[in-house]
């Protein structure tokens, strides 16, 4: 009895031992299937797990000035459309100031020059709500309409295209930037997926050969404990 009890035991305790396993085995199966990694801990690939930890802590870096880029591009973008603006109002007070020169009526005239104050006082406006009024507002001529007016609107307008060439060229440098760093982002967290991606087919094909080794060993543990039942009624 004794030989006998003790072999049906240690059958019993063999059988739940497998199951266990049986049963660790299907969670971590499961739980690739779930993230579609074959690596989600330092235990299940010491070395890829750390590579892809670095390549995502880069990416992470990437992200963070990406925000960066992404407004100084748009302050650029807003400069671009403020020089626009400011060089059609000036070239509209140049042709006020033109049309003005033919002028003799005083009433006309104090019209003529209403309206070129109106747009030089728009131009300052314009420039500062475009965030480009400390480089613009220094440049623009005054309010007043007099025999320079046209001379000081041409070198005005010829400094604040400079000024706009020299904004583009920023903008298109910071927009190579923002390609490049977009595209090592994409490349950092493809690599790092690479190294941890599961076969979800090949998953799909363990989990279900572990679920039915697990089916096995519950009918088998089942077999062994009425074994053991059944030996016990004897005594």
């Known amino acids: ?22 049963s660790n085995a299907l969670s971590k199966t499961e739980e690739r299937l779930s993230t579609g990694k ?29 925000d960066a880029v992404a407004n100084s591009i748009k302050t650029d973008n807003i400069a671009q459309v403020g020089y626009q603006r400011v060089t059609s109002l000036l070239q509209s007070a140049q042709g006020i ?29 314009t420039a500062n709500e475009a965030g480009i009024g400390s480089s613009v507002s220094s440049i623009l001529p005054s309010g007043a309409l007099s025999d320079q007016s046209a001379s000081e609107l041409e070198s005005a307008i010829g400094s604040i295209r400079s000024q706009s060439a020299a904004s583009a060229t920023t903008l298109n440098g910071t927009s190579i930037i923002q390609d490049f760093t977009n ?32 089916q096995l060993g519950v009918a088998s543990l089942g077999m062994s404990s009425k074994s053991s039942q059944s030996l016990l009624r004897l005594f």
């Open 1 to 22: 009895m004794a030989i006998n009890d003790i072999s049906l035991i240690s059958s019993l305790r063999s059988n739940l031992a497998a199951l266990k396993n049986s």
């Open 38 to 66: 074959a690596v989600n801990t330092p235990t299940d690939n010491p070395t890829n797990f750390s590579i892809a930890q670095g390549l995502l802590s880069r990416s992470a870096d990437l992200s963070a000035n990406k």
């Open 97 to 125: 100031a033109s049309a003005a020169k033919s002028i003799s009526d005083p009433t006309e005239q104090a019209g003529y020059a209403a309206t070129y104050k109106t747009l030089i006082s728009q131009a300052g406006q």
């Open 183 to 214: 595209n090592m982002i994409s490349t950092l967290q493809a690599a790092a997926g690479n190294l941890t991606v599961s076969d979800l087919n090949q998953e799909a094909a363990i989990a279900l050969s572990q679920q039915t080794e697990q």
